[in-house]
């Protein structure tokens, strides 16, 4: 399994000059990718642009979106951000995408949630089959039966929103079983991600409070799972290790470049 590690392109108190530097010392680590978040309505650094630049002070890492949300953008304005932070990475990029499930930010960008699934899909269909040159490798994330058929008609493999080994597990197998129906060949590549604070964990669980606040009194679930202990890195990376996770992305929770080290640190 690889593992890699978000940029705190969403955590409050990040600045350009942190973004840089995080994708530097990563480069330089233990670490298989950077990945980012994707809110309109929130105070974060918007992904494209953000790999754009981590992919200029970088040389091999990949580069990847854990998720965009694909309807708040034209399908082709979506394949030019695409292509684009894949060009100037040198072919570092895979494009993850999901539905989202925050209504404000379909609101502040005027497109209907009710028809979020099916955009989705015609985007999906757009960049298999229309766009021409657009070849990066292609995630899609949901839980939903539809979510599920949209990543096996599509993808090449499925990226999982986070939680315990146990309920990857269960959504790798439903994942996997999608891609067997639809008669395709091999597995989907199975991607999941998990949250850390190992400098400052009261700080990271306020900010997974805030940022899950949509979820009402679930984000208290939610926030219980940041992961604020070596052990618990530990303990959660064997379990996603041992349920066929691929690729592991842990994403930060405070802005801080140390706990970038104190990971480097725990992996090692």
Known sequence: MEIGIGLPNTTPGADGGLLLEWARRADHGPFSTVAVLDRLVYDSFEPFTTLAAAAAVTDRVGLATMIAIGPLRSAALLAKQASTVDSISGGRFTLGLAVGARLDDYAASGVDHRGRGAKLSEQ???????????????????????????????????????????????????????????????????????????????????????????????ADKIAAGNLTSARAVRDFVRGYEAEGCDELILLPTVSDIDDLDRLAEVLA
């Open 124 to 218: 999906l269909a757009y960049l298999r089959g229309e766009c021409d040159g657009l070849e990066v490798p292609l995630l899609v994330g949901g839980t939903s039966g539809a979510a599920l058929l949209r990543m096996a008609r599509y993808a090449d493999g499925y990226a999982h929103g986070g939680g315990p080994p146990r309920a990857f597990a269960s959504a790798a197998n439903r994942a996997r079983a999608a891609w067997r129906d639809l008669g395709r060949p091999g597995a989907p590549a199975l991607w999941g991600q998990g949250y850390f604070a190992l400098g400052d964990p009261d700080r990271g669980t306020e900010y997974m409070r805030d940022y899950y606040a949509f979820t009402g009194p679930f």
